[in-house]
């Protein structure tokens, strides 16, 4: 059930974003058993540089064509990374141990 892409630049791995299903429990990010908690990543040489929306949104896509309905992600309060999460179609659902839930609709 896992899905996730790889940004490759000029065919070097550049990063990852990825989700994968969780049981009650596990994560911060969890919402409920059908619900993915995404994770991302980009090498700190490609961070900063416009990267991850594009990686973001390719991901996203990738859940869509699995037919989720929705991913959850946290971000912590402090985390600039909340715009990029907003701009993809993530909202704020409420704040969990200093982390903000966050969640985007699919259909």
């Not at 961070?47 to 996203?60: E, I, K, N, S, W």
């Not at 037919?67 to 909340?82: D, F, I, K, M």
């Amino acid at each position: 059930g896992d899905v996730g892409v790889v940004a490759q630049v000029d065919g070097i791995d550049a990063g990852a974003c990825w989700m994968r299903r969780c049981t009650a429990g596990t994560g911060f990010a969890y919402v409920d058993d059908s619900t993915p908690q995404l994770g991302i990543a980009l090498e700190p040489e490609w961070q900063h540089r416009g990267f991850g929306r594009p990686l973001m949104l390719a991901a996203l896509a990738a859940a869509r064509a699995a037919e989720y309905r929705r991913v959850s992600l946290t971000v912590h309060l402090q985390n600039p990374a909340q715009r990029l999460y907003e701009a993809c179609g993530f909202r704020r659902i409420e704040v969990r141990s200093g982390y903000h839930l966050m969640v985007a609709d699919l259909a």
